[in-house]
């Protein structure tokens, strides 16, 4: 059974209130066409959990501007001033997580973990409201794992079973999502047959890839 699927079928997936995980970093890696059928099926009230938030023409941040979010993870906002504008006027709930934190968050969510301990934080906004725990003498910050519901990423050259290939710095968080979501959907650059992508040049595993979308095909 082929993996690869239609916009159409992609869209009767979706819903209102889904938790998403939205590749990229800057929007360098990000699944615009994925991005697009969220924007053209109208899904809103989502939960966003991504790096950034782009721009407001790039990336996740398209969905920023267009309203669609209204829970936001994410460990910097500043170059999209409508993320700021929606976080102060109280329209977008947005939770500020450093970032090797918020990597780490996710890698704990694909591998089972209940949390991870980390200093960073202490003593400052980020400590509200999160346990403290002492491990031989010194204090951590628990920080819980974050899954979605769906995770879309983009990969560079991805074969019909879905192992991956992302060149250069576009993997940056796309093969960590791949982990952590109940259903992970990668936009393909390029669509190449089994066998024809090295075996050590493998990013992400097409064992955690459920469909591939090729815009346009």
């Known amino acids: 059974m082929t993996k690869i699927i239609s916009a159409e ?11 998403i995980m939205i590749g990229g970093f800057m929007a360098n890696g990000a699944p615009e066409g994925l991005i697009d059928i969220l924007l053209e099926y109208n899904i ?7 790096t950034d938030t782009g721009t407001p023409t790039k990336g996740s941040g398209r969905l920023i501007s267009a309203s669609r979010i209204k829970k936001l993870y994410a460990s910097h906002i500043g170059t999209n001033p409508e993320t700021g504008l929606q976080m102060n006027t109280g329209e977008l709930n947005v939770d500020l997580v450093p970032q090797g934190t918020l990597a780490e968050r996710i890698r704990a969510g694909g591998a089972g973990l209940g949390g991870i301990l980390t200093p960073t934080g202490l003593g400052t906004l980020v400590a509200e409201n999160k346990q403290v725990i002492t491990v031989d003498g010194q204090d951590f910050l628990l920080e819980k794992p974050l899954r979605a519901d769906l995770a879309f990423i983009r990969g560079s050259i991805v074969d019909t079973k879905g192992n ?4 250069k710095t576009t993997q940056n ?3 960590l999502m791949a982990t952590a979501a109940d259903l992970v959907i990668v936009e393909a650059e390029s669509i190449v047959d089994v066998g024809q992508i090295e075996p050590e040049h ?3 595993s097409g064992l ?4 591939i979308y090729q815009e346009g095909k």
């Open 202 to 204: 493998v990013h992400t």
């Open 164 to 167: 991956i290939f992302y060149k």
């Open 9 to 19: 079928t992609i869209a009767n997936k979706l819903h209102d209130g889904m938790t």
């Open 44 to 50: 809103k009230n989502i939960t966003l959990i991504s």
């Open 173 to 175: 968080f796309n093969p």
């Open 208 to 211: 955690f890839v459920d469909y």
